[in-house]
Every structure is written in structure tokens, then in C-alpha cells.
């Protein structure tokens, strides 16, 4: 079992930043990626940001040159700095993590971006 926990959403004004955390427990090893979803009302769940355990990072191309994933290893953390917000970045976003065969996902953490 691999248990994911958010924090660090809240409001914050366009053209802002947030950082949020995702702290994983359990049986972390051989996780081979964790990624960040955002989920806004009426929307479908989408990819945010992708890293893997080689250090590799995706992004969508809705975020791209605004938000960065990194990990801080020895505390099992990982991190969504979000900078130039924009109120289509409003939604819920979701921690989640794959380790065969298995999806795990966090509760999620809610971030609105006021105009």
C-alpha cells in the first residue's frame, strides 16, 4: 500500500504562486513515477506533471514554463511550484503515484485562482 497526502492549496490572486506538497508513505519502493492531476468542475481529470524515479519531468502544455515538479527524496516529498497563475489553473489537484499494478491516488487539495 502506498499512501498519498496534498497540502499547500488555497486561494491566491492571478499572476501568483503556490507550492504544493505531496508526502508518500507505505510501500514507496519501486514507485515508478508520481505525477500531479488537476480536476476542475464539469472537467475531466488531467496530467499536470509527470516525474520519474530517473528524474525525468513531463508537463502539459497548459503549464509548461510556469509550474515545476522536484522531489526532495529523504522526506518522501514532492513538490508542484506553480508560478503566473491563471484562473484556468482553478481546480482540484490530485497527487498519484503507480506502483505496478497498482494506481494510488491523494484525497486531492484545492487551489482557486481569483481574476
Known amino acids: 500500500q502506498v499512501r498519498l497526502v496534498e497540502s499547500g492549496g488555497g486561494l491566491v490572486q492571478a499572476g501568483g504562486s503556490l507550492t504544493l506538497s505531496c508526502t508518500a508513505s507505505?510501500?514507496?519502493?519501486?514507485?515508478?513515477?508520481v505525477d500531479w492531476y488537476r480536476q476542475a468542475p464539469g472537467n475531466q481529470r488531467e496530467l499536470v506533471a509527470t516525474?520519474?524515479?530517473?528524474?525525468?519531468?513531463n508537463y502539459g502544455d497548459s503549464v509548461k514554463g510556469r509550474f515545476t515538479i522536484s522531489r526532495e527524496n529523504g522526506r518522501n516529498l514532492v513538490y508542484l511550484q506553480m508560478n503566473s497563475l491563471k484562473p484556468e489553473d482553478t481546480g482540484v489537484y490530485y497527487c498519484?503515484?503507480?506502483?505496478?499494478?497498482?494506481?494510488?491516488w491523494g484525497q486531492g487539495t484545492q487551489v482557486t485562482v481569483s481574476s
Open positions: 498519484h503515484a503507480f506502483r505496478s499494478p497498482r494506481h494510488y
Open positions: 507505505g510501500s514507496i519502493f519501486a514507485i515508478s513515477a
Open positions: 516525474l520519474t524515479t530517473d528524474g525525468s519531468t
